[in-house]
Structures are given as C-alpha cells and as structure tokens.
C-alpha cells in the first residue's frame, strides 16, 4: 500500500533490523525511515506525539491467529487505521556458524512465530523459548555465540547478525501470512468509490440478543463482514470488546446504514478508518476443504 512520499518519512515498528514487520514497512514504504521500538505501546506513542508519520503493526496471522497486544491498545488509542498490507512469511532457523542441527537444543522467538513453526519444530526435536520478537530473538543468538541456540527469524535477520540458516522455510503452512495495518494519528479514509476496507471497535450493551441486533443491520444491508472477534478487557469477563472488519466505505449507504443500527444497540463504537482495501485480497481463495463444506445450491 506504498504511497507518493516527497521526501523520507518515519515509520515505527516493533522489534528489532530484520523483523518481518521490518520487511513489510520496506515493501510497503521504500523510502521510508524505518526505525525499530521495543514494544507495540512504543509505537502507538511515537505516532500520537508525532514522532513518527506511521506505525507499521502486525493484527493477524492467517496461521497463528490475532495478535492479541494489539487489541488490548485500540480502546485508548487515539489512532486510525490508513492502510492494510499482506506479508507471506517464511521462517528461517538460524545459529551461530558453527551450529548444526545435531548442536541446536532450544529455539527462540515471539510466540506467534514459534507457533507458526509448531509441527516442525516438534519433528526436529527442538525446545520453544518464547522471547519478545523474532529479529530480537536472531540478536540474541548472535550475541550468545551458543551452538546450542537458534533462532526463528527472516532471512533478512540472519544476514544482518551474521547468522547461519539451518533449515530454510520451515513454517508449517505454505499459505502463512501476516497482515499488518498501518496507523496514523490523523484520519486519512480512502476516497469513496475505491475498493476499500473499514474497521471498528464495538461493546454491546447489556440487553438480551444485543450482539444479534446490533448486526442485524449489516445483514440487511448486505454488508459483507470479513471478520468478528470479540475479547476480554481489563481481566474482566464482562467486559467483552469486539473488533470486526468489513468491506466498504463508512460514508457507504448501506455500511452507514449499519454502523447506525450498531450505534444503536451498543454502548461503545468507535470506527478505526475506511482504508483502501490490499491488491492482495483479490488473490485470497477459499480453500477447496471450506468450499467443500457450503451446502449445494439444491439444498
């Protein structure tokens, strides 16, 4: 989702040189300024205070599921969602030069990556460590000097600390993808007309079929609704907050026909942003398993 940039602008990202989210800023931001932060809170702030243009943030995993830090922010953000961007990933693990598979005991990595690895890892006998990302993870392997650890990380990762790839592409399933938003302190919705994507937050309120009726409108508006997770806030299991993405603008008739009924039966609404919807989504197909499962037209 590379935008016309006249000069270099700054965009964030967790982690360390070398993350996928890192490669992503690159593929979707070439002449950016891409700078690393340790933590998801870090870059939600550099771009509320200004001190970078875009965050690039990681939401979910077609393998491994939602990133759930990032969920957790969005009620006390400030921030709007600009863009969305498709990374395929493939995992390498790596070690110091003179580690082999037979010397490797222990893997480290964010979890969502040694989740994404679970099979393989299992079929080579290794240890999971969970650490806070995946380039931090090949950092720290380089400066270990431990033949014993290893890493799952980019290909990228591993030339930059000079680490050796013991097993190329060992992720589990050939389709893994990672699809990252790009945030922003200000609004910037896509013009209406183009293919775009909205996303939002919503709390119902305590009524009985709340939930039901407060989507009613997007059936009967026929907006089609790509996802609906909801999750728990504050450690409270009352307290349930719901993220959904669907296709279309907000100033859409019919989507805005339905974000009001939501408005509605709801206690708590807030609209990230219409955003122009990823090229990549129009090469998504359903799987033939899934495909199998829809009842026939005859039915």
Do not use: W
């Not at 400066?143 to 014993?148: E, H």
């Not at 990380?153 to 389709?175: C, N, P, R, W």
């Not at 907050?241 to 009924?261: I, K, N, T, W």
């Amino acid at each position: 989702m590379a935008r016309p940039m006249t000069e270099p602008i700054t965009v964030v990202f967790q982690g360390e040189l070398g993350a996928n989210s890192h490669i992503a800023v690159t593929e979707a931001f070439p002449r950016a300024d891409a700078q690393p932060l340790p933590t998801f809170e870090d870059c939600f702030q550099a771009v509320e205070n200004g001190s970078a243009r875009y965050a690039m943030i990681p939401i979910e995993n077609s393998v491994a599921g939602r990133v759930a830090d990032i969920h957790t922010l969005l009620p006390g953000s400030g921030v709007h969602f600009i863009g969305e961007h498709f990374l395929p990933v493939r995992h390498q693990l790596m070690a110091v030069p003179d580690a082999s598979l037979d010397t490797v005991k222990t893997v480290h990595s964010h979890v969502q990556a040694l989740g994404q690895c679970r099979v393989t890892l299992r079929r080579l006998g290794l240890s999971p460590m969970v650490a806070a990302d995946t380039a931090g993870s090949a950092k720290m392997v380089a400066d270990k000097a431990d033949p014993t650890v290893a890493a799952i990380a980019s290909e990228l990762a591993a030339e930059i600390y000079g680490l050796k790839i013991l097993a190329k592409d060992v992720e589990d399933e050939a389709h893994n993808t990672t699809r990252f938003v790009v945030i922003a302190a200000n609004a910037m919705d896509a013009p209406v007309g183009v293919p775009a994507m909205t996303s939002f937050i919503f709390r119902v309120r305590n009524v009985p079929a709340a939930l039901y009726k407060a989507l009613g409108g997007f059936a009967t508006n026929g907006v089609n609704m790509m996802k609906l997770e909801s999750y728990q806030l504050g450690g409270q299991f009352f307290a349930s907050m719901f993220y959904a993405d669907v296709e279309g603008h907000q100033e859409d008739p019919a989507l805005a026909l339905a974000l009001e009924e939501l408005r509605f039966f709801s206690a708590y609404v807030r609209v990230l942003g219409s955003y122009p919807a990823s090229g990549f989504r129009e090469s998504i197909q359903e799987p033939a398993a899934n495909a199998a499962l829809r009842p026939s037209p005859d039915i």
